[in-house]
């Protein structure tokens, strides 16, 4: 009974507030009225707009790589975003919001009575506003700008917004493996205890760039390859082609390790210098030191009819650093 009680008073206090929200306009004021300020008003809304400028002008300079001293015109422009709203509240807050102080003793109970008086208050303060709407667009602009700078930063988390760009690699059937000179690759080019890197054939400068385009080339001893079953034929007479770039975080591996004196010193390994992540390129890219959490992927092939260097399809696993998904999804072949 007693909630069914509370539940009908409840009721009634909303449908009587409901009722006299708005006072009549001959009212008695409870706050003193005055006129409307214009300037302050222009103050405020150029403020709120220019704190919405300088939040689109965050995400236009964090698209652009080309900008120079990118990081510091991105603070820039947050920072002025930021100060430029505040400033508007600020302005609205001191020349156009008229307040009153009323001073009475707290009671524990509500009362319908002192919620209208609340209520009276707030609309009576905003009576200067002349431009309530374009206020609100104002409001609106700098809010909604603001917050898509705040989430812009997210674009760079990784593969959950760039997928394509993790997932797709130059390499196809056919396309043969040039130096960074765009000279083509021979297999007679290739030495034993050397290191090379690799790119297609007919790729820019600027394509060079991509997460799949770069290899590590070496020549091993055919009867020192002990490739797994699923990556029989990768190689072409010896010579194996690796993914340059490391599994673990995404670094490009540099470092190679040929052993001078055998069978003492430790077997040949592709050595990632950020992390020491170790990888054997005679089983399959294999991790035998270091934090990767998988092999670096493996490209296959062959030698053609005039002896160059030629991919006969794509990777066997996704390039580059593990992230969700990757051990389930395979680059198109």
């Known amino acids: 009974m007693a909630k069914a009680r509370d539940l009908v008073v409840s009721g009634l206090v909303l449908l009587v507030g409901r009722g006299r929200r708005r006072p009549p306009k001959d009212a008695e ?174 790729l820019s400068e600027a394509g060079r760039e991509e997460l799949g385009a770069s290899l590590i080339l070496v020549r091993l001893p055919k009867d020192q390859l002990r490739l797994p079953d699923d990556l029989r034929g990768y190689d072409a007479d010896g010579i194996v082609a690796y993914s340059k770039i490391c599994t673990h975080a995404g670094c490009a591996i540099s470092l190679y390790r040929a052993p001078l004196f055998q069978p003492d010193e430790p077997r040949p390994a592709f050595v990632c210098p950020c992390h020491y992540s170790t990888f054997d390129p005679s089983t399959g890219g294999t991790v035998t030191f270091g934090p990767a959490g998988r092999p670096l992927p493996m490209l296959p092939i062959e030698i053609d009819s005039k002896g160059y260097l030629r991919a006969k399809g794509n990777f066997n696993e996704q390039v580059g650093p593990s992230w969700w998904g990757v051990r389930t999804w395979k680059p198109a072949p």
């Open 29 to 202: 004021r409870i706050i003193p009225s005055l006129p409307p300020d214009p300037r302050s008003e222009t103050l405020a809304l150029v403020l709120l707009f220019l704190g919405a400028g300088f939040a689109v002008a965050f995400v236009v300079i964090y698209a652009i790589d080309s900008i120079p001293r990118q990081t510091q015109f991105l603070g820039l422009a947050l920072g002025l975003s930021l100060l430029s709203i505040a400033a508007a509240l600020i302005v609205v807050a001191k020349k156009l919001i008229v307040t009153e102080e009323l001073v009475e003793p707290y009671t524990p109970n509500e009362h319908p009575q002192e919620q209208l008086l609340i209520a009276e208050v707030a609309e009576q303060a905003g009576d200067r506003l002349t431009r309530k709407r374009l206020f609100k667009l104002g409001l609106g602009a700098a809010g909604g700008a603001l917050g898509l700078a705040m989430i812009t930063p997210a674009l760079s988390f990784g593969p959950f917004f760039q997928v394509k760009y993790y997932r797709g690699t130059p390499w196809k059937r056919g396309r043969r493996l040039v130096d960074e000179g765009f000279t083509p690759y021979k297999a007679s080019d290739i030495e034993p205890d050397n290191f090379y890197t690799a790119f297609p054939d007919g």
